[in-house]
């Protein structure tokens, strides 16, 4: 078989979704002209913008070709300047496939390979688009996985076969609320609206009257009143996002393989080699955590981190009941107890350092706001108030003690860290390639370090803060007594 041959096209349906794309991306362009209209030209430039938009859309696919062999995966792109993308197969981690609308119609994937390389800092090797089951093959024949595909496989369809660990369930809806996507959520809306639209809600009379009926209340009983209001707005809002995240949500192990599929508008398949799993991760925000809800996250190589777990795909489980987390995590490492099991605290001095930091941070803001008062003439009550950061700092600082710890369990690494976010680390020992070892000025008066185990996976590193200086070299000695050997005097 000849060269020409062996590399093959995007889906020649792709023509209909990559023009609409890229007119979309330059829509604000293309609006600012044809309002700016110089020289009564708007409407030209405009058109002409648009068919430049367009054009890029239909050169991608005439200027885009891959090839998969024994060996390697190489993706072709460029006109001009053309540019070649080579991935050794052995360097595939893991198979992303997405869809949003416009390709489900078409049936359409986008594809994208993690190679545990350089995913953190790009999308790995995308292949934007395929048709579904032209993607699913793929998926199957760079995973090694001799899973049947047919004709009518999409992302959102998980394997026939397998066991099922998660999910979704109505119920985890209740949780949207206290994730704080939607407050997130009502930023953009809000922002948008303001700058983009120019909106004045004087224009519209709903607005008018319920501005007019809030400016009639008392002072306290208003601001109630649009608390309370933003409160129900941000809730909707996150309850939508959950929704359009997590819809049909499922995970499944099978034939060496964790395979999540999620997503409402916009479907998501992500297939995870377990062999390349390193552990897991149990998230709790604070508002989440106070409802008795986390969520699971998978450390493994060939995923981003960089720009959310939602978008990189290592969610193993949304927020949901604590101890559905807990039980995945669990599933997925193989092990009982890691997850729930008590951890070793750091002791007395760690402690002390919680709530130095606390009651400084409260101090160094109740004088810079009374220098305001007495330099400035700021309002005096600001400089009264701050005191109560004192009290809060303590609480801050005894949440984030209690939070800390480790323990080892066989070859698994545990470590607790964090408040607002609390977080439990299940790293497996084997996925550990090095440790640091890092000391400051305040904790070398301590006589405690900061001891981080370095991998390959997730976030490449994991740090567990303030340990007595010999508990951590006993820790990292245990964990993987190999890599410390050559750099120990033991005491005969």
């Not at 047919?150 to 660990?165: I, Q, R, V």
């Not at 493994?300 to 987390?325: D, Q």
């Amino acid at each position: 078989m000849n060269e020409t041959e062996t590399w093959r096209r995007l889906s020649p349906r792709m023509l209909a979704v990559h023009p609409v794309q890229e007119a979309v991306r330059f829509l604000p362009v293309l609006v600012g002209v044809l309002f700016i209209n110089q020289n009564g030209q708007g409407h030209l430039w405009s058109l002409i913008g648009l068919g430049l938009a367009v054009g890029a859309g239909l050169l991608r696919w005439f200027t885009t070709t891959y090839h998969v062999d024994a060996t390697h995966v190489r993706v072709r792109r460029g006109l001009l300047r053309r540019r070649e993308l080579s991935v050794p197969r052995d360097r595939v981690r893991t198979v992303d496939l997405t869809a949003h609308p416009m390709q489900r119609v078409l049936g359409l994937s986008r594809v994208v390979i993690g190679t545990g390389r350089s995913d953190r800092g790009s999308e790995g090797v995308t292949l934007d688009a395929l048709t579904a089951a032209e993607a699913a093959r793929l998926r199957a024949e760079l995973l090694g996985k001799p899973v049947p595909v047919s004709a009518t496989d999409a992302p959102e369809a998980g394997p026939s076969t397998g066991s099922e660990l998660a999910r979704l369930s109505p119920r985890w809806m209740f949780y949207g609320p206290f994730t704080l996507s939607g407050i997130a959520t009502f930023g953009v809306v809000a922002g948008w609206l303001g700058n983009e639209t120019r909106f004045d809600p004087e224009e519209f009379g709903l607005f008018r009257s319920v501005i007019g009926q809030v400016s009639e209340l008392p002072v306290a009983v208003a601001v109630l009143e649009i608390v309370v209001a933003v409160a129900v707005l941000v809730a909707v809002l996150s309850i939508a996002a959950y929704v359009l995240a997590f819809w049909r949500f499922r995970l499944v192990r099978a034939d060496g393989t964790l395979h999540v599929t999620r997503g409402l508008l916009t479907t998501r398949s992500t297939t995870i080699e377990l062999r390349r799993l390193r552990g897991a991760e149990i998230s709790e925000p604070l508002l989440l955590r106070a409802v008795g809800g986390a969520r699971c996250l998978a450390i493994t190589t060939g995923l981003r981190v960089g720009r959310g777990a939602e978008r990189g795909g290592s969610v193993l489980l949304p927020p949901a009941p604590r101890a559905e987390a807990h039980r995945v995590a669990e599933e997925v490492t193989g092990e009982t107890g890691p997850a729930t099991h008590p951890l070793v605290r750091h002791g007395g001095r760690a402690r002390r350092r919680r709530y130095t930091r606390a009651f400084a941070f409260a101090a160094m803001v109740t004088g810079i706001l009374a220098l305001l008062w007495w330099l400035a003439g700021w309002p005096a009550w600001t400089w009264q108030a701050a005191p109560a950061l004192f009290p809060l700092g303590a609480l801050l600082a005894e949440d984030r003690y209690r939070n800390l710890g480790h323990a080892l369990l066989g070859r698994r690494l545990v470590i607790g860290i964090g408040s607002l976010v609390r977080r439990r680390y299940l790293l497996s020992s084997e996925g550990v390639i090095g440790w640091v070892i890092r000391r400051s000025f305040f904790q070398r008066r301590a006589g405690l370090v900061s001891l981080t185990a370095t991998t390959a996976a997730g976030q490449g590193h994991y740090t567990c803060v303030d340990l007595p200086a010999a508990e951590a070299i006993a820790l990292a000695d245990a964990a993987v007594p190999s890599l410390l050997e050559p750099f120990l005097v033991r005491r005969q």
